[in-house]
């Protein structure tokens, strides 16, 4: 199995935003009839290169989205960002949900759709091209697309990995 580079990263420092992807009413079927809760996915970012996401769930929406706040801020990772992109074209899995990102030229944008947008601009990525493969599930493209980007290495961490100078990266 390859050696996961999550750089873990405390929240307590940095400034952060967080942005809500989405929220589910979910009914519980008792004796009494149904109880309703709700569940919030939430991505927390500086728009800088740190990003993470978390899930709440409560009876009220607002306690909902508290809970995946303080959820999402022990969930943080540092994302590598080179001039506004991703450094490589990487593939994201987790259960369903299959994601693609790719580098793109300065002045394209964020190239990508409901969830996977928000997690990508939170992590301060300002042009990359994305795509969703698999499933459409909120949590399952957020998650995915989050791991996609711990999967992601810029060239000073594979030439420290390897023992190497960052020349002999490039050139061979």
Partial sequence: MAVSNIKRVKSSEIELKDRLVSIQRVAKVTKGGRTFSF??????????????????????????????????????IKVPIINGTVPHEQHGKFSGGRVLIKPAVGGTGVLAGGAMRAVLESAGIKDVLAKSLGSSNPHNVVKATVDAL????????????????????FNG
């Fill in 39 to 76: 569940s919030a996915i939430v991505v927390v970012g500086d728009e800088n290169g740190i990003v993470g996401y978390g899930l709440g769930k409560a009876k009220e929406v607002t306690e909902a989205i508290t809970k995946g706040i303080d959820d999402a801020k022990k969930n943080l």
């Fill in 150 to 169: 711990v999967k992601l290495r810029d060239a000073y961490t594979v030439a420290q990995n390897r023992g190497v100078d960052l020349n002999k990266v």
